[in-house]
């Protein structure tokens, strides 16, 4: 079965204390962090991950990227990210396909839950990426460790070109 995490990403940014924190001074940097952060979560879980923000806040009106091997969607303009991952959730979900809705939003919550999606909080996400970010730190010190013992050798800058090539970030 696969799995889709669908994020509302302005309702996350304003739940999250450093997300919020940096939000104050710096929205484009708040968007940046989470998309890092979810990039991580999707590169360690294996769940499809997509960040859904509303386009009120942004320039671009209405596009999608991809970045991270994310899908990040700007919503179109009078309509809402809470819209948006609504129709996404009739469109993915399937047999084969759980959806998940990151959202605090009560009331998004209730709605897509009632088309067959679960929910997850803010809190609730928040939750895994720190464990998710524990694993990380930990697989990373056990591949140093195996690194060093490594038959061919490549030098710490080679080592770190692989891995963004891995995360999907050049």
């Known amino acids: ?3 889709i995490l ?9 739940d999250w ?5 940096l939000k104050k001074d710096n929205l484009e940097g708040a968007r940046d962090e989470l998309v890092e952060k979810m990039a991580e979560y999707q590169a360690y879980s294996g769940m499809k991950v997509i960040i859904v923000f509303d386009a009120h806040m942004v320039p671009g009106i209405g596009k999608k990227y991809s970045n991270y091997r994310l899908e990040i969607v ?3 303009e009078n309509e809402t990210a809470d819209e948006r991952i609504e129709k996404l959730v009739h469109e993915l979900k399937t047999i084969n396909t759980q959806v998940y809705v990151a959202t605090s939003d009560f009331v998004e919550q209730s709605i897509t839950f009632g088309r067959g999606a679960l929910r997850k909080s803010a809190r609730e996400l928040r939750t895994e990426m720190a464990i998710i970010e524990k694993g990380i730190e930990k697989e990373v010190k056990k591949s140093k460790k195996v690194r060093k013992t490594a038959k061919i050798a490549i030098s710490d800058e080679l080592a770190e070109i692989f891995e963004k090539w891995r995360r999907g970030n050049m």
């Open 17 to 21: 204390k450093e997300l919020k924190a």
């Open 1 to 3: 079965m696969d799995n």
């Open 6 to 14: 669908l994020v509302d990403g302005y309702n996350i940014i304003g």
């Open 74 to 76: 700007y919503t179109r």
